[in-house]
């Protein structure tokens, strides 16, 4: 379902992604880890079309079209999801209104019909309890005052809404305690459903062991270093990082 | 009043402004007022570029019109925008009253020219001593055309069981005509008020000149809730002003939006008289296309223990220009003043302009102000959160832009006023940046 091929990006003038390869197939769990400022961040943003991100070279296909083409809005309406790292505040817009111009958006493109107001609030009041969410949150401006879980939780339940078809989580483990991070996960979990992807961008090997992968990448300097299976993570985990420049790889 | 005008260059502004005032026919009573008025008007050195209160505010949208006296007869109209609240509501076309749009009446607003005698002496008491014509020239204008206006008592210790709610409604005639609006408040002790003041203009494409001047009297705790919303078609010319006296511990909670026009200049002057008393004022902007909108506001802190809030937000938009002026005046006798005052100005255009200054000046030593004014451009982190979830670039434009103001729309206390405003702004918001609707 995604056919990233040798995918080069810069940003501010720095070659970030190298040639990078990765090929996703439906209901699988990729996770990409790497060491700080191996580019594992940059390829959420670039398959996302985040302003800043230049395409340098190769080319990505998501259920067969041409992703870097399309705009920022058609990627999320085609259902490539992405949680970001650092969810951005929006005060004086309510939450509410915004998740259900979201979801209208995907609903127009796919041909169905918009949700009515009341079969919305039923769905996105049914979706805060899943992440554990206060409904009151619903009503505030975007993640404004939200702490940090609540900003993640808050992405989840986006993603749970729009129901996408590639899910990119940036990191989302961050700055999470250990009760919001199994919140998230299981969120995360409740997704899987043998036909939705999911590329988890993930600095620790402990969210894996909430969100179990079918494969794990080792992204440095801009390229895919290593790949294997979960047990990969422990090893990382184990060793850090250092050991695949020992190893020259 | 002839010998007045003729000293002028028959051209001017001025003098052709004074020959609407000369063609009126008033009620005597009116008459001293009108003749100081136009003394004043005669008299006032035309604004120029040079002129501190109108620098960024030319005036040349006046110069090129012959204005008339407004027509006595009802021109038909039709305006959209008209709120719908349940209230004592007078309704004026082009100056003139409405009563078949209006309620029916009610003892506490009565016209001037309904006045008896005894209201006839409170009007005269007033009228022209809360409005100063130092910072606000236009308001000597407004003494020289006074004909009618509208009267709003409210007895000591008594509170109106309704908002009063007047709308004034423009509509082109065939000869460009000035209106100049006129509205006393008179609030004695301990009285209550909501007001609500709504300027709007049919359809068509206006060629008028609306002059308005509003004053209001805050007796010793008396509270006022004042909303005066301007959202006339943009070829309107609107100068207005607010000139409110507080005594001591009145309270006055003002609300004001204005979209822009050809030329829209809206001054705010509070006086703070008496010890105690307080003001908070919360102001919109939203000029677009090639309109322009100055706010001037001023505050006198001329007693102690009193204080004002005062938070304008403003979105300037294609080729508009905004101007923002918030002074605050602190008189050595006035200690342990509070005040602050902000500013917020959101360009969403490289080619919209703001020109903001707010003006503190202290002269007493036990005080606490603050003021700030910033200007921002639409954030482009949050532009692309809100299309990765879909959003179109224009939708996510518009609802950041109605995300800039909704918290001023939000603290709107009346709900009619509230609700009417936050409809309209989306719909301003979205024909703003065509294809929201159509091809999101």
């Known amino acids: ?249 | 009043m002839s010998e007045l005008i003729n000293e002028l260059p028959p051209a001017s502004v001025q003098a052709q402004l004074l020959q609407v005032a000369e063609a009126q026919s008033v009620p005597a009573w009116m008459s001293s007022l009108r003749l100081a008025g136009a003394r004043e008007w005669r008299a006032a050195a035309w604004p120029d570029r040079r002129t501190e209160l109108w620098k960024y505010t030319p005036l040349a949208a006046l110069r090129n019109r012959q204005f008339q006296h407004a027509s006595l007869s009802q021109p038909a109209w039709s305006a959209t925008q008209a709120l719908n609240v349940d209230a004592i509501r007078l309704v004026f076309v082009n100056g003139v009253f409405d009563a078949s749009a209006s309620s029916p009446g009610h003892a506490a607003v009565v016209r001037f020219s309904d006045a008896d005698a005894q209201q006839q002496a409170l009007i005269a008491r007033h009228l022209g001593h809360v409005a100063t014509t130092t910072r606000h020239l236009f308001a000597s204008l407004s003494n020289a055309l006074v004909a009618d206006g509208v009267l709003v008592h409210v007895a000591p210790d008594t509170a109106l069981d309704k908002p009063v709610h007047i709308v004034h409604v423009a509509v082109p005639q065939a000869e460009p005509v000035v209106v100049s609006p006129r509205l006393l408040v008179v609030l004695e002790a301990q009285a209550e008020l909501e007001l609500i003041e709504q300027f709007v203009s049919d359809t068509q494409e206006q060629n008028g000149f609306v002059n308005s001047l509003t004053e209001i009297h805050c007796g010793a705790g008396a509270q006022l809730r004042h909303y005066r919303i301007n959202l006339e078609q943009e070829h309107m010319l609107h100068v207005g002003g607010v000139h409110v006296d507080l005594w001591r511990d009145a309270h006055y909670r003002g609300f004001t939006l204005a979209e822009g026009s050809a030329l829209k200049r809206i001054d705010y002057q509070i006086n703070h008289q008496a010890a105690g008393a307080s003001a908070a004022l919360d102001g919109i902007y939203l000029p677009r296309n090639r309109q322009l909108l100055d706010y001037h506001t001023n505050v006198e802190h001329k007693a102690p223990h009193c204080t004002t809030s005062e938070t304008f937000r403003g979105i300037v938009a294609d080729d508009a220009r905004a101007v923002f002026n918030g002074r605050i005046h602190i008189h050595p006798q006035a200690q342990k003043t509070l005040a602050e005052l902000n500013n917020r100005t959101l360009l969403t255009s490289d080619r919209a302009q703001i020109d903001t200054k707010p003006e503190l000046e202290i002269y007493a030593d036990d005080v606490k102000c603050a003021h700030g004014a910033t200007v921002s451009q639409l954030d482009p982190t949050a532009q692309f959160y809100l299309r990765s979830r879909g959003l179109s670039a224009i939708q996510a434009r518009s609802m950041l832009s109605f995300g800039f103001i909704n918290e001023l729309l939000q603290a709107i206390e009346q709900p009619a006023v509230r609700e009417h405003l936050h409809a309209h702004l989306q719909g301003l918001f979205a024909e703003a940046l065509p294809g929201t609707v159509t091809n999101p």
């Not at chain 1, 993570?233 to 190893?247: N, P, V």
Request: charged share 25%.
């Open chain 1, 1 to 249: 379902m995604l056919e990233i091929r040798n995918l080069s990006a810069r940003v501010e003038g720095n070659d970030i992604l190298r040639q990078l390869s990765l090929s996703i197939r439906p209901g699988e769990v990729h996770a990409i880890m790497g060491p700080n400022g191996a580019g594992k961040s940059t390829l959420g943003n670039v398959l996302a079309g985040r302003p800043g991100y230049e395409v340098t070279g190769g080319e990505v296909l998501f259920h067969g079209k041409d992703l870097l083409a399309m705009e920022i809005e058609e990627r999320a309406r085609e259902g490539v999801f992405l949680a970001f790292q650092y969810p951005v505040e929006i005060p004086g817009v309510s939450n509410m209104e915004f998740l259900k111009a979201a979801v209208d958006a995907r609903r127009r493109h796919l041909g169905l019909g918009e949700l009515s107001s009341f079969d919305f609030m039923k769905l996105a009041r049914d979706a805060a309890k899943r992440v554990n969410l206060d409904q009151a949150f619903l009503k505030r401006g975007v993640n404004e005052g939200f702490s940090g879980g609540e900003k993640k939780r808050n992405e989840i339940l986006q993603m749970m809404l729009l129901e996408p078809s590639l899910c990119i989580l940036d990191e989302t483990d961050s700055g999470l305690d250990i009760d919001a991070l199994q919140v998230v996960a299981a969120g995360v979990n409740a997704m899987r459903d043998g036909q939705r992807s999911f590329i988890v961008v993930t600095h620790y090997q402990r969210l894996l062991d909430y969100i179990v992968p079918d494969h794990v990448h080792v992204l440095a300097a801009g390229r895919i270093a290593r790949s294997g299976s979960k047990e990969l993570a422990l090893e990382l985990e184990a060793k850090g990082y250092s050991w695949l420049e020992d190893e020259g790889v």
